[in-house]
């Protein structure tokens, strides 16, 4: 997965839905990160974990092709198995964080299947809320007074969720995916102030 192409793709979704119709801060955007991390909290509180929803969703998103209008039971199939698991969270998280690396221009590089697996030891012994913690103070525990340090946060912030995805068996990347198309056919802000 190019992670350059997923934050070109996000950047643009937000830029069409109004998203950046206004100069932002890096506050801004970071607290918007943080909220969804904090969503994906309360997937986890309310036991909505989406173990089986990529299955689900697929079983019933291939269920009447012939029928029903290809957006439509998209649309539908995702509202009804994927969307506020904590997978969907976590994607929700990742795709901010990818919008706001094309916002300022940051190049992500790839992670390499080893630094992934190395982050995701990580969080080996650590309850699910002090790993969304330890990933949501990434930008507070030193100031970024440069860019350069800006851009490793976010990075960092990124290598965090992706790590404790692989961490918990999430296929993130699909989670991306699925969360990327249905963005694309919502509306604009997706129906919010910002």
Not at 22 to 30: A, D, I, K, V
Not at 51 to 70: D, G, H, I, Q, S
Not at 75 to 94: Q, R, V
Not at 136 to 155: A, G, H, W
Request: hydrophobic fraction near 35%; proline fraction near 2%.
């Amino acid at each position: 997965m190019n992670l350059n192409e997923l934050r070109d793709r996000a950047y643009k979704t937000a830029c069409d839905h109004g998203f950046h119709d206004e100069e932002l801060s890096n506050e801004h955007c970071l607290c918007l990160v943080i909220s969804e991390l904090m969503e994906a909290v309360e997937a986890d509180r309310k036991g909505r974990l989406g173990k089986k929803c990529k299955a689900r969703f697929e079983m019933e998103y291939n269920r009447y092709p012939a029928l029903v209008e290809e957006e439509m039971r998209f649309k539908c199939s995702f509202e009804k198995h994927i969307k506020d698991t904590l997978p969907d969270e976590l994607a929700d998280a990742t795709i901010r964080l990818l919008d706001l690396c094309g916002l300022r221009k940051i190049d992500i590089g790839d992670f390499l299947d080893e630094i992934i697996s190395e982050e995701a030891k990580r969080y080996n012994g650590e309850t699910f809320t002090e790993s969304i913690y330890a990933i949501s103070t990434i930008p507070i525990r030193c100031e970024y007074e440069y860019d350069s340090l800006f851009n490793k946060q976010v990075n960092g912030m990124l290598l965090g969720i992706i790590g404790l995805a692989k961490h918990l068996n999430i296929d993130l990347f699909w989670h991306i995916e699925q969360k990327m198309r249905y963005n694309e056919l919502r509306e604009n802000k997706h129906g919010k102030k910002y």
